[in-house]
């Protein structure tokens, strides 16, 4: 006779104090997923989600690396269960990358010319002042503003 599956997991140490922070992102995530997208340019349907995961993202990643307030455990918990991006996060390490956006923004392959979004250009660089990234709807990202 076969093995039964269950979906049961069991949640790390800590979890009661960052779950119903998590729940309600996922809850507004839900809602911009489905939201009506009448008279929106079609870059700009995705835009609420990307803010959300970054959201999301931010939101564990401030409590393991900059707060210490949850164990090793429930971050990898997170980053596992994919309440948080682990790329994303990987990034924000980096110097230069504190601030980013998303992943589409530093990607020559999604750009003119091979180069990365407008939004990673400081802003005493630009030449327009108020710029959105077309990707995830960013007013500027770069580690320098």
């Known amino acids: 006779m076969p093995k039964v599956k269950t ?8 979890w009661e104090l960052i779950e119903p922070t998590l729940r309600e992102l996922q809850a ?14 079609k870059c700009e349907i995705l835009w609420p989600i990307f803010k959300i995961a970054h959201q999301k ?8 690396h900059r707060r ?6 429930l971050y990898e918990f997170c980053l596992d269960q994919g309440y948080a991006d682990r790329n994303l ?5 980096k110097p230069g990358y504190e601030r980013l956006c998303c992943l589409r923004c530093m ?3 999604d750009h003119n010319f091979a ?18 990234c077309v990707h995830c709807g960013c007013g500027g990202c ?4």
């Open 89 to 93: 996060i990987a990034k924000w390490k």
């Open 68 to 73: 210490k307030e949850i164990s090793k455990e």
């Open 107 to 109: 990607q020559p392959r």
């Open 7 to 14: 979906n049961r997991v069991s949640y790390p140490e800590g």
């Open 142 to 145: 770069a580690s320098g503003d």
């Open 57 to 64: 993202s931010r939101y564990v990643f401030d409590l393991y």
């Open 115 to 132: 180069t990365t979004c407008v939004c990673q250009v400081p802003k005493h660089l630009r030449e327009e002042k108020v710029i959105e």
């Open 28 to 41: 507004k995530m839900r809602e911009a997923e489905n939201d009506p997208h009448d008279g929106k340019r």
